[in-house]
């Protein structure tokens, strides 16, 4: 897994939260299974707390194996970085179509966006991630 990281507008971010966002990213991709995938991850920080109107996060597929994740960094970033994690572990496996209308095979186009199964696992797994990563943080 290869990460890059740029703040807003593309600029640098701080040594302290570049190293702590690596080690999360580690930690997030070893609890889902993917960090032995080739998979190549830009993340850009947003200094807002909404990335897109009441979103915090997004994740955007450009293939099956690169990836956008844009966090605002003024919410809980760390949970909202977990949670696009399992998106794109989502993609990754083919579970989810890069269109947003496809889980596991079944078309969902017509399923509101809380009901998805694909944000109902990221909203499962997200803060059990960032506690399993705090716990290894303080071991």
Same mark, same amino acid.
């Given at each position: 897994m290869v990460v890059e990281m740029?703040?807003?507008?593309?600029?640098?971010?701080?040594i302290d939260l570049q190293s702590m966002t690596l080690v999360a990213m580690n930690s997030f991709a070893r609890q889902l299974g993917i960090s032995r995938l080739k998979t190549n &991850?830009? &993340?850009k920080f947003h200094h807002k707390l909404f990335v897109e109107n009441t979103?915090?996060?997004?994740c955007e597929s450009v293939d099956d194996r690169n990836f956008i994740i844009d966090v605002g960094l003024y919410g809980n970033?760390?949970?909202?970085?977990?949670?696009?994690?399992?998106?794109?572990?989502?993609f990754?496996?083919?579970?989810?179509?890069?269109?947003?209308?496809?889980?596991?095979?079944?078309?969902?186009?017509?399923?509101?966006?809380?009901d998805q199964p694909w944000e109902k696992e990221a909203r499962r797994l997200q803060n059990k991630m960032v506690l399993e990563f705090e716990k290894d943080l303080n071991s």
């Open positions: 740029t703040g807003p507008r593309g600029g640098k971010l701080n &991850i830009h &993340i979103s915090e996060g997004l970033w760390l949970s909202t970085l977990a949670h696009e994690m399992v998106h794109v572990k989502q990754a496996r083919g579970e989810l179509s890069s269109s947003l209308q496809h889980w596991k095979g079944r078309d969902h186009s017509d399923t509101d966006y809380w």
